[in-house]
T-cell receptor
Framework: EPEVTQTPSHQVTQMGQEVILRCVPI?????FYWYRQILGQKVEFLVS????????KSEIFDDQFSVERPDGSNFTLKIRSTKLEDSAMYFC????????????FGPGTRLLVL | AQKITQTQPGMFVQEKEAVTLDCTYD???????LFWYKQPSSGEMIFLIY??????QNATEGRYSLNFQKARKSANLVISASQLGDSAMYFC??????????????FGRGTSLIVHP
């Protein structure tokens, strides 16, 4: 069964460093999302992406965040200058056209900023 | 105001019993959708069930059913015949149309379910 994959599974970085989180959505999906979940808290929407542009973003998704689809398969989230409070699990999700009710989540990347 | 409220931080159920996880929501969008996700200790998010605001019937998926009471703005998840593998965090979520026209979800704080033998 096709699935969303994410790399790395864990990342430790120093405050102020840039990180890039990678996702490979399901191949025929056209809508892509990033979410984050701070430890012990609820999942929060960051950004949605369709047709090579951001379609929605939350207040969390400020100028230090960016997303990119550099090729036909990868979807990346870049955090330019990490802060301690960026430590969280980051989930990528994707869905196909018309299937608004079903987003498939990846396994997540656990980011720890020291 | 919270858009999604899950009032039960933790629930316990005996194996093979049914359990109801509560979820209430608040929205002014007439076209919304409600979801339940399961998050086991390994961390991944697993989609369980979806209910559209215009759906007349309650959604069911195997042992999962969604008790949708629109007037009360509640969308409780019912798990029948609980199994040990059902022990996990359960998140209720709602999607509504955002300013850009897309639907984005809002999640509740989750309910931790423990199934004991």
């Amino acid at each position: 069964e096709p699935e969303v994959t994410q790399t790395p599974s864990h990342q430790v970085t120093q405050m102020g460093q840039e990180v890039i989180l990678r996702c490979v959505p399901i191949s025929n999906h056209l809508y892509f999302y990033w979410y984050r979940q701070i430890l012990g808290q609820k999942v929060e929407f960051l950004v949605s992406f369709y047709n090579n542009e951001i379609s929605e973003k939350s207040e969390i998704f400020d100028d230090q965040f960016s997303v990119e689809r550099p090729d036909g398969s990868n979807f990346t989230l870049k955090i330019r200058s990490t802060k301690l409070e960026d430590s969280a699990m980051y989930f990528c999700a994707s869905r196909e056209e018309g299937a608004e009710e079903t987003q498939y989540f990846g396994p997540g990347t656990r980011l720890l900023v020291l | 105001a919270q858009k999604i409220t899950q009032t039960q931080p933790g629930m316990f159920v005996q194996e093979k019993e049914a359990v109801t996880l509560d979820c209430t929501y608040d929205t002014s969008d007439p076209s919304y959708g409600l979801f339940w996700y399961k998050q086991p200790s390994s961390g991944e998010m697993i989609f369980l069930i979806y209910q559209g605001s215009y759906d007349q019937q309650n959604a069911t998926e195997g042992r999962y059913s969604l008790n949708f009471q629109k007037a009360r703005k509640s969308a409780n998840l019912v798990i029948s015949a609980s199994q040990l593998g059902d022990s996990a965090m359960y998140f209720c979520a709602m999607r509504e149309r955002a300013s850009g026209g897309s639907y984005i979800p809002t999640f509740g704080r989750g309910t931790s379910l423990i199934v004991h033998p």
